[in-house]
């Protein structure tokens, strides 16, 4: 199995397969209740279903062997449905959480308009800045997956933080989905390496591009989690972190995740990761190897009910910190499970951002 393989739409008694933009499926995430990432419909003759290239979701038609677009970029499809020859879909924008095509656009949240953040691209790592201000503090937003990515779809985190005086940065490093395979196979092996390189390179330029001068936060959930861990223990570049649904030891989630043990296995090019080699490779990419280098105050937010990342994952992290005399704090939610910023429960949800604002405001003010 290659968590980072393109997905392709296959037809095996035919012989033949179709990809449409650079992988089948749609891997764009949002903070959003909203649609399944894969999705196929087949109508008469043709094949309806999403693809990706790079941070926008297109509708695709396969007919007669061929793919056509039916959508264009610069937004991100997130459900569809074909009938007698008319096809619906909705869909999100960086500016507007959803809007529904069927003849016509509609909106059904008129009074909301985001900001438009500013697409960036350094050395072929494609990213955004939603700006307000070259004083004002800096959020620093770290994707999960690691084969998912952000791009053209709303973010109610990232509006919540602009809205309240904060430029938000996000790209997609390589490991992202979107960009091609190649782009997406490098992080293999490699985590907290080329991952840690294209972050720190894409954060610097930003900073450099917009004249910004005020003091940086880092966040990320998940993959994203892992990344704010491992970041903590190599610079002291940022001011604050908060470490969602994370990761700090490879070796403990190795067996105790839902995923399957084969999960950091592959993703880390461990053949056997109870052999002294996989132990050790997997312990030397574990953030908590490194945790006494930790200087950053850190917040650690996690649902009780996550199996992916399990919460001992945030609670080793924790304790090493306090241990360390970091300011630190571990909220747990609850009911919660690994979804909990998108999916957990709503009073949770609320609490989650004024916590996260709130955090940001202490050390970044």
């Known amino acids: 199995m290659s968590p980072w393989a393109n997905l392709e739409v296959i037809l095996p008694e035919e012989g033949k397969s179709f990809l449409c933009g650079m992988t089948c499926g749609n891997r764009v995430l949002t903070d959003l209740f909203d649609g399944a990432k894969i999705n196929l419909e087949w109508v008469g ?41 008319y096809y ?47 004083e004002n503090p800096i ?3 770290i994707h999960g997956g690691p084969h998912m990515a952000y791009g053209n779809a709303y973010f109610i985190e990232f509006q919540f933080l602009a809205r309240n005086g904060f430029n938000v940065i996000y790209c997609n490093p390589r490991g992202s989905q979107g960009y091609g395979e190649e782009f997406a196979s490098t992080l293999v092996g490699k985590w907290g390496e080329i991952d840690f390189e294209d972050l720190m390179k894409f954060y610097k330029k930003v900073r450099e591009e917009f004249s910004l ?36 030891n490879l070796i403990s989630m190795c067996g105790t995740s839902d995923i399957g043990f084969w999960f950091n296995s592959i993703e880390l090019g461990v053949k056997d990761p109870w052999s002294q080699d996989g132990i050790q490779k997997l312990l030397t990419h574990s953030p908590i190897y490194y945790v006494k280098n930790v200087k950053t105050p850190t917040l650690f937010i996690h649902g009780e009910e996550d199996y992916r990342c399990p919460i001992e994952q ?21 009911g919660d499970g690994h979804e909990h910023a998108r999916r957990g429960k709503p009073k949770n949800m609320k609490d989650r951002l004024s916590l996260k604002l709130n955090w940001f405001k202490k050390y970044l003010a």
């Open 88 to 134: 619906s879909y909705f869909y999100s924008t960086p500016t507007k959480p959803s809007l529904l095509f069927y003849k016509n656009i509609y909106d059904p949240n008129p009074s909301i308009e985001g900001i438009e953040p500013k697409q960036i691209n350094v050395d072929g790592i494609e990213g955004w800045i939603i700006f307000t201000g070259k």
């Open 139 to 141: 959020v620093f937003s």
């Open 314 to 334: 945030a609670e080793q992290m924790f304790t090493a910190l306090k241990m360390n005399n970091i300011d630190t704090l571990l909220v747990r939610y609850q």
């Open 45 to 85: 003759d043709s094949i309806y279903t999403l693809g990706q290239i790079r941070g926008s979701t297109l509708l695709y038609r396969i007919s007669d062997n061929k793919v056509e677009e039916i959508t264009r970029e610069g937004l991100s499809v997130r459900g569809f449905s074909v009938y007698n020859n």
């Open 213 to 248: 001068t005020g003091k940086a936060g880092l966040t990320g959930g998940s993959y994203g989690g892992y990344m704010t861990n491992w970041i903590i223990t190599r610079t002291n570049e940022f001011s604050c972190a908060i470490s969602e649904r994370g990761i700090s």
